[in-house]
T-cell receptor, first 116, second 113 residues
Framework: DGGITQSPKYLFRKEGQNVTLSCEQN?????MYWYRQDPGQGLRLIYY???????QKGDIAEGYSVSREKKESFPLTVTSAQKNPTAFYLC???????????????FGEGSRLTVL | GENVEQHPSTLSVQEGDSAVIKCTYS??????FPWYKQELGKGPQLIID?????GEKKDQRIAVTLNKTAKHFSLHITETQPEDSAVYFC????????????FGTGTRLKVLA
């Protein structure tokens, strides 16, 4: 089945450690996104990528890094510079804007990161 | 910057009653307004959307209305069922330029049996 797979589902990290969250999609979508979700807040955009080897900062990019070496993959690294990394992280994808008739974002099931 | 305000943050209704969730957006260039449903431990899924050239759209028990002048849009769920219990997010986006969505803060809907 086509979809977006995020892993791991749950992750614990000690302060000062970097951690990488995986996001893979087999929908043949050009665009991919990372959102952060905190209780009582909407989804906030961390980074997005419209095409392979290109990505842009979202609203809360500080302390995070990404890469887009393959169309299918958009991993997110939460670095030790991120001051409050405990959150639920959601990856999403969409077709290229030129053919994006529906406007729909397709989300993975999320990764919950807890910093101890 | 642009933002989307969503109300209420929590909503409890009796099974069979209607539920209404309201959102107001600030970016007058927004022209696409989706609603997502997020069940516990899952990612959000699109349930309905509306574009700025339409004032209302309906899909079975759910409907969305848009008032461009007032810059607000609403989700209406009729004949609510326990499986409607979830968190609902509204969003606003432009369909040209960047891919940025601005999401509301979410509404936790509880349908009481």
């Amino acid at each position: 089945d086509g979809g977006i797979t995020q892993s791991p589902k749950y992750l614990f990290r000690k302060e000062g450690q970097n951690v990488t969250l995986s996001c893979e999609q087999n929908l043949n979508h050009d665009a991919m996104y990372w959102y952060r979700q905190d209780p009582g807040q909407g989804l906030r955009l961390i980074y997005y990528s419209q095409i392979v080897n290109d990505f842009q900062k979202g609203d809360i990019a500080e302390g995070y890094s990404v890469s887009r070496e393959k169309k299918e993959s958009f991993p997110l690294t939460v670095t030790s510079a991120q001051k409050n990394p405990t959150a639920f992280y959601l990856c999403a994808s969409s077709p290229h804007r030129d053919i994006w008739e529906s406007g729909e974002l397709f989300f993975g099931e999320g990764s919950r990161l807890t910093v101890l | 910057g642009e933002n989307v305000e969503q109300h209420p943050s929590t909503l409890s209704v009796q099974e069979g009653d209607s539920a209404v969730i309201k959102c107001t957006y600030s970016d007058s260039a927004s022209n696409y307004f989706p609603w997502y449903k997020q069940e516990l431990g899952k990612g959000p899924q699109l349930i309905i959307d509306i574009r700025s050239n339409v004032g209302e759209k309906k899909d079975q028990r759910i409907a969305v209305t848009l008032n461009k002048t007032a810059k607000h849009f609403s989700l209406h769920i009729t004949e609510t069922q326990p499986e409607d219990s979830a968190v609902y997010f509204c969003a606003a986006s432009r369909t040209s330029g960047t891919y940025k969505y601005i999401f509301g803060t979410g509404t936790r809907l509880k349908v009481l049996a």
